[in-house]
């Protein structure tokens, strides 16, 4: 609103070299127009589109005549939202003009101390830094509606997961009925109908009763997976050390029955999670280190790594996995031996990797054939996941031993 400064910001522009135009690289003349008010500014920043036939940049003084401190900077931001503003302070007023780059300036000049580089420079860095806050802000609102469409397919991929789970859950209740049926049935036949069944007969039927018997166990742990993945497990914090020597305590007979060594090496932590799903993960990476050992005295270990979240792991010292199969183990019913060499259904690890996820977790192994299987998870979102191919690795069994001996614990016989 003063015309003198109006005048010389005009001179100093004309009487530049001009300004270097940001796109082409071609220098170009200033064109500049004034306004003697914020009331006037409007008028003209709306009659006028800002670029590209528009303004390029918007040079305001803070106190206006009709325009209070910072006023007029708000007004012709919200007036002209894609220009640059460049803001001119009467003094060098610095804590002001700091104030109006905290509100959106891009810059600003004091005009006593202005010339003619100093003021095409700073319109030219006011042009490049509103560009690439203009480009910033777009990709974020690309990034966000990104994540809102992924957000949109979890939720959807999560819906068709229950509905399958539910599918599975009734298909598997309504098969029971009628395989117990056929049991029984086959139960009846061998026992009233003996003396007219020749061998083979008996035999046939015994078989039948073995599939059905199978088929009820598969059936079974069908049921399982659904159940562990109907819901998030409760988030109380649970005595995972108390949890694994209660598991221990249930498989005593099977542990006992193969002379095996199980401990807990370290202390474990407490957790957020729900003890019985995190008793039945345990209970099956156990269960699975005594079955696939052939060891005269299997031993198994279950420890803790200090990460963040807590990384456990049970390690054995059975017949190992070949490193090909580290993944599909964890399909449903997908076994890498016969049921004549190892007895089982091929859905264990499937059911605690569910579990494992519905703690918000992760799983994985180390294993080849003959070093033995170290299982790890975690219950609970990294902050940073560690690579698949580098997980932490378990201490070996010397290392605890000569940890044991030192605190006095009596070492694993080789
Ligand atoms: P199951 O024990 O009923 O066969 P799992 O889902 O628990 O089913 O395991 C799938 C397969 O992974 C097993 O059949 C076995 O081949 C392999 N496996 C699992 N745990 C171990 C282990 N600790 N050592 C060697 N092989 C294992």
């Not at 003349?29 to 800002?50: M, N, P």
Request: proline fraction near 5%; aromatic fraction near 6%; glycine fraction near 8%.
């Amino acid at each position: 609103d003063n015309p003198d400064d109006a005048r010389m910001v005009e001179r100093l522009l004309s009487e530049s070299q001009g300004a270097m135009e940001i796109c082409s690289g071609r220098f170009k003349a200033f064109e500049v127009s004034w306004v003697r008010g914020l009331a006037e500014a409007f008028g003209l920043l709306s009659h006028c589109k800002l670029e590209p036939t528009g303004f390029s940049a918007v040079l305001v003084d803070l106190q206006l005549s009709d325009a209070t401190e910072l006023e007029a900077l708000a007004a012709v931001r919200s007036a002209a939202a894609s220009a640059p503003v460049i803001v001119l302070t009467d003094f060098d007023d610095d804590g002001l003009a700091l104030t109006a780059i905290q509100q959106g300036a891009q810059d600003y000049v004091a005009k006593d101390h202005l010339d003619g580089r100093l003021l095409v420079r700073t319109i030219r860095h006011a042009i490049e830094r509103k560009r690439a806050e203009v480009e910033l802000r777009c990709h974020a609102r690309e990034v966000e509606a990104a994540r809102a469409r992924i957000e949109q397919q979890a939720a959807e991929l999560r819906r068709i997961n229950r509905e399958l789970d539910d599918f599975t859950y009734i298909a598997s209740h309504d098969l029971k009925e009628p395989l117990r049926g056929i049991a029984a049935y086959c139960g009846i036949l061998l026992e009233d109908y003996q003396d007219k069944l020749d061998v083979d007969g008996k035999q046939r039927l015994d078989t039948l009763v073995r599939l059905c018997g199978r088929l009820e166990n598969l059936i079974g742990d069908l049921l399982t997976y659904c159940h562990v993945g109907g819901s998030r497990p409760m988030q109380c914090k649970i005595d995972l050390g108390r949890v694994a020597e209660e598991v221990i305590e249930m498989l005593r007979p099977s542990i006992d029955h193969r002379c095996a060594l199980v401990r807990i090496t370290d202390s474990l932590p407490a957790v957020p999670g729900d003890a019985t799903l995190i008793g039945m993960v345990l209970s099956n990476l156990i269960g699975n280190g005594l079955k696939f050992n052939d060891h005269q005295r299997p031993r198994i270990e279950i420890g803790c790594l200090p990460t963040s979240p807590a990384t456990i792991y049970v390690r054995d010292n059975g017949i190992g996995i070949e490193p090909k199969y580290h993944e599909d183990i964890f399909t449903i019913f997908r076994r890498l031996h016969g049921r004549t060499e190892y007895e089982g259904t091929g859905a264990g690890l499937t059911i605690v990797r569910k579990i494992i996820q519905t703690h918000g977790g992760r799983i994985w192994l180390e294993s080849a054939p003959g070093k033995g299987t170290t299982f790890f998870f975690t219950l609970g979102p990294s902050a940073e996941k560690p690579p698949l191919e580098q997980p932490p690795k378990a201490p070996h069994w010397t290392q605890h031993a000569a940890a044991a001996q030192q605190s006095g614990i009596r070492s694993f016989a080789s």
